[in-house]
């Protein structure tokens, strides 16, 4: 997306840093003034980052003034723009605390990474998924129960009192990919429709005997040999397998919790599906909506807090 | 591998084609008199498959004569040289029933395919095992157990009175293979020693309670980030990990059985390992040795037989 927006409207610059995309979006006073994202992510280094960063918002910026710029998520980074400290879990979800200033050349921009989270055990980190909490609890301060956010790693985060508690990782959207594409499990990964019987066999397998997802797995490949089973059905008993095993996984999260799923597209409906047949009708928020909502709270903080 | 073999000595061809590789061995009135491998392997169809092999052994054949080939695996596939039916367990292992002629171009070849083996329920198949199986019977006609023949899949095979009862797939390998690259769970995935005290302790931990495999598979990657742990530790403990799944899986094949492991390499000291943290002392064999003296056993019964 390309709009024409005065960089005279731009008040600051939220930014969701993901490992394989750039989410920027222009906020003025009267909110959203422009939208854009990028697959250009950066490769390791304060530089390629800043580069990356001024390919997609150069023209935001105001000439001879200094436009702050938010960003959560990969660019904070061992090997992103600057290293931030993560902070430890438990901890109350104070979303303006240790921000970390980024250096850049650039005189227009000044910008703001916010912080992971980490755990000491079991060993967890997260960067950029704090935000999007950050953002759920914006619109949600008294939740109390589990948030699920859903992608390629997914995050089972326990949340009380404003505070994450704990967290873990699960790594389905990993698995999935690898096994759908790299271990050809699925002959026809992008062009699949749904069969939801499939998958909500698929989960009770797994849920209730996880040790099956090693031996299942290949079954998907045989029947397809055998029985020419429907691609969208392959995908659906993958889908369910891996869910099924990472609900069993994560069963001292969700069990007797309230639970939001946040996410998009097909990975939160898995999540949404997977837990239904569980027994917990979760909510959902968006991914992205979360994130931005997460660097607006934070925002808010900066111009009344001590960051 | 390249020799000078004169196409005198060449009284036929044992070829174990893989879907990585393509491995031959001349044999004549003494025995073995050439070895080749490419890893130049086919793409699909006959005259594909036919181009890789005269590339591999063409100057082995006798010119005006016609040498027998006999070969198993990948070749038989859809999208092999010929698709062969497959052979349904429970099956006597009769290796020279059911071969199938692979039409060829060239009058010097004649190829003979070993079929490969499938089961109804739960779905399954193999092609190119079922000859290392034929290999390691003919060397222990009386085996009456189990079978792991450890690779990128691997397969647990239950053999009695020289028949395949039944078998099951793992994909152990090929989740290795892609969380360590793909998913980046080792930075180092080529370059790492052993550690053998976390490959048990991974390995106890996704046996007794098969479902953390999902959770602490990502632990490996933030223990490296919050603790640098060794390469050697991080790839020990994701072996150890879905080793330990797949014998979780795999316990009816293995409780109370004799167990021999077929492979090479770090794969089959894998396997290895993982049976002895369950108290079962596997015997082992190599798995191109195996396909070999499969693939003679077939030939010896072609000549004394229907085939």
């Known amino acids: 997306m390309t709009q024409t927006v005065s960089s005279a409207m731009v008040d600051w610059i939220a930014v969701d840093w993901q490992a394989d995309r750039i989410a920027a979006v222009a906020l003025g006073a009267k909110g959203i ?20 960063l001024l390919a997609l918002i150069g023209d935001w910026l105001r000439p001879g003034g200094t436009t702050p710029v938010l960003a959560c998520g990969a660019l904070g980074a061992r090997d992103g723009w600057i290293e931030t400290p993560f902070r430890k ?7 303006a605390a240790d921000l970390v200033a980024a250096p850049a050349s ?18 967890e980190v997260m960067r950029g998924e704090e935000t999007r909490i950050a953002g759920f609890l914006a619109g949600n ?16 985060v326990h949340v009380s009192a404003r505070e994450v508690v704990s967290f873990r990782t699960a790594m389905t959207g990993e698995l999935f990919a690898c096994l759908s594409s790299h271990a050809a499990l ?4 992008e062009r699949a429709g749904r069969d939801d019987g499939a998958f909500a066999e698929a989960v009770g397998q797994t849920l209730s005997r996880p040790e099956r997802l090693a031996s299942e797995l ?25 869910i099924g095993a990472e609900l069993a996984a994560m069963r001292p999260y969700w069990l007797g919790q309230q639970v939001a799923v946040i996410g998009t597209g097909d990975i939160l409906d898995a ?36 960051a």
């Open 186 to 189: 699925l002959r026809d990964p």
């Open 271 to 306: 999540y949404v599906r997977g837990l239904a047949e569980v027994g917990i009708v979760a909510e959902t928020a968006d991914g992205a909506s979360m994130a931005l909502a997460g660097l607006a709270a934070i925002r808010a903080g900066m111009r009344t807090g001590t």
């Open 218 to 242: 290949f079954s998907i490949r045989a029947e397809g040999l055998l029985r020419g089973i429907a691609p969208a059905t392959a995908r659906a008993r993958l889908s369910g397998l891996l």
């Open 89 to 95: 879990v438990p901890v109350a979800l104070d979303p």
């Open 106 to 123: 650039d005189p227009r921009i000044q910008v703001w990474v916010v912080p992971g989270l980490s755990q000491e055990r079991p060993a």
């Open 33 to 52: 003034v422009g939208r854009r994202e990028t697959r250009e992510v950066a490769s390791a280094g304060p530089q390629s980052h800043e580069a990356a």
């Open 141 to 156: 301060p008294d939740f109390d129960g589990v948030l699920c956010l859903a992608g390629i790693t997914t995050k089972w």
